[in-house]
Protein backbone atom coordinates (compact mmCIF):
# COMPACT_ATOMS: atom_id res chain seq x y z
CA UNK A 1 0.00 0.00 0.00
CA UNK A 2 1.64 3.64 -1.07
CA UNK A 3 1.57 6.09 1.66
CA UNK A 4 2.16 9.61 1.11
CA UNK A 5 3.51 11.47 4.21
CA UNK A 6 3.97 15.43 4.18
CA UNK A 7 6.96 17.00 7.24
CA UNK A 8 7.19 20.41 7.76
CA UNK A 9 4.06 22.16 8.05
CA UNK A 10 3.73 25.22 10.97
CA UNK A 11 3.26 28.52 12.48
CA UNK A 12 5.14 31.55 10.43
CA UNK A 13 5.03 35.31 10.28
CA UNK A 14 4.67 37.15 6.96
CA UNK A 15 7.30 37.31 5.10
CA UNK A 16 9.13 33.74 6.39
CA UNK A 17 9.65 31.09 4.77
CA UNK A 18 9.02 27.23 5.33
CA UNK A 19 10.25 23.72 3.72
CA UNK A 20 7.46 21.20 2.97
CA UNK A 21 8.60 17.72 2.38
CA UNK A 22 7.12 14.36 1.00
CA UNK A 23 8.33 10.87 1.28
CA UNK A 24 6.04 8.37 -0.29
CA UNK A 25 6.30 4.50 1.10
CA UNK A 26 5.25 1.12 0.35
CA UNK A 27 6.17 2.00 -3.53
CA UNK A 28 7.98 0.20 -5.68
CA UNK A 29 7.41 2.22 -9.06
CA UNK A 30 8.17 5.83 -9.52
CA UNK A 31 5.71 7.95 -9.49
CA UNK A 32 5.52 10.35 -13.02
CA UNK A 33 4.71 13.78 -11.44
CA UNK A 34 4.52 14.94 -7.68
CA UNK A 35 3.29 17.96 -6.70
CA UNK A 36 1.53 20.25 -3.81
CA UNK A 37 -1.83 21.36 -3.41
CA UNK A 38 -3.56 23.44 -0.77
CA UNK A 39 -6.99 23.63 0.46
CA UNK A 40 -7.58 27.07 2.70
CA UNK A 41 -10.86 26.95 4.52
CA UNK A 42 -14.17 27.51 2.66
CA UNK A 43 -12.25 27.10 -0.42
CA UNK A 44 -12.00 24.13 -2.86
CA UNK A 45 -8.38 22.41 -3.00
CA UNK A 46 -6.19 24.02 -5.15
CA UNK A 47 -2.89 22.97 -7.35
CA UNK A 48 0.32 25.00 -5.81
CA UNK A 49 3.04 23.22 -7.74
CA UNK A 50 3.80 20.04 -9.37
CA UNK A 51 6.99 18.94 -11.47
CA UNK A 52 7.47 15.59 -13.76
CA UNK A 53 10.24 13.11 -13.38
CA UNK A 54 11.93 15.10 -15.88
CA UNK A 55 12.25 18.41 -13.95
CA UNK A 56 9.55 20.11 -15.82
CA UNK A 57 7.87 22.33 -13.10
CA UNK A 58 4.32 23.88 -12.82
CA UNK A 59 3.19 26.88 -10.42
CA UNK A 60 -0.21 28.48 -9.64
CA UNK A 61 0.21 32.34 -10.61
CA UNK A 62 -0.46 33.33 -7.15
CA UNK A 63 3.33 31.77 -5.60
CA UNK A 64 5.00 31.90 -8.53
CA UNK A 65 8.41 33.54 -8.05
CA UNK A 66 8.27 32.73 -4.57
CA UNK A 67 8.08 28.69 -3.99
CA UNK A 68 10.33 26.20 -5.31
CA UNK A 69 9.75 22.73 -5.84
CA UNK A 70 11.84 20.10 -6.28
CA UNK A 71 12.34 16.58 -6.51
CA UNK A 72 14.33 14.76 -3.42
CA UNK A 73 17.32 12.67 -4.35
CA UNK A 74 15.32 9.51 -2.31
CA UNK A 75 13.20 8.23 -5.04
CA UNK A 76 9.30 9.31 -4.97
CA UNK A 77 10.34 12.72 -3.13
CA UNK A 78 8.96 15.98 -3.29
CA UNK A 79 9.96 19.52 -1.43
CA UNK A 80 8.45 22.62 -1.42
CA UNK A 81 10.26 25.72 -0.72
CA UNK A 82 7.85 28.18 0.35
CA UNK A 83 9.25 31.75 1.00
CA UNK A 84 8.05 35.74 1.61
CA UNK A 85 5.07 33.93 2.71
CA UNK A 86 1.58 35.43 3.06
CA UNK A 87 -1.30 35.13 5.14
CA UNK A 88 -3.14 34.34 2.01
CA UNK A 89 -1.14 30.84 1.74
CA UNK A 90 -2.61 29.58 5.63
CA UNK A 91 -3.98 26.69 4.55
CA UNK A 92 -3.79 22.12 4.94
CA UNK A 93 -1.00 21.62 1.87
CA UNK A 94 -1.37 18.26 0.72
CA UNK A 95 1.40 15.91 -1.71
CA UNK A 96 0.64 14.50 -4.34
CA UNK A 97 1.80 11.52 -6.66
CA UNK A 98 0.74 10.09 -9.43
CA UNK A 99 1.51 7.32 -12.02
CA UNK A 100 -0.50 6.78 -15.36
CA UNK A 101 -4.70 6.15 -13.72
CA UNK A 102 -3.01 5.76 -10.26
CA UNK A 103 -3.26 9.21 -7.82
CA UNK A 104 -1.80 9.33 -4.45
CA UNK A 105 -2.32 11.82 -1.71
CA UNK A 106 -0.78 12.39 2.05
CA UNK A 107 -3.11 13.35 4.76
CA UNK A 108 -1.94 16.76 4.74
CA UNK A 109 0.09 19.21 7.12
CA UNK A 110 -1.56 22.99 7.83
CA UNK A 111 0.59 25.81 7.17
CA UNK A 112 -0.61 29.17 9.24
CA UNK A 113 0.85 32.80 8.27
CA UNK A 114 0.10 35.06 10.74
CA UNK A 115 1.82 37.55 12.89
Known amino acids: QVQLVEFGGGLVQPGGSLRLSCAAS????????MGWYRQAPGRQRELVAT???????NYADSVKGRFIISRGNAKNTVNLQMNNLKPEDTAIYYC?????????WGQGTQVTVSS
Open 51 to 57: ITSSGGT
Open 96 to 104: NGERGSLNF
Open 26 to 33: GSIFSMNT
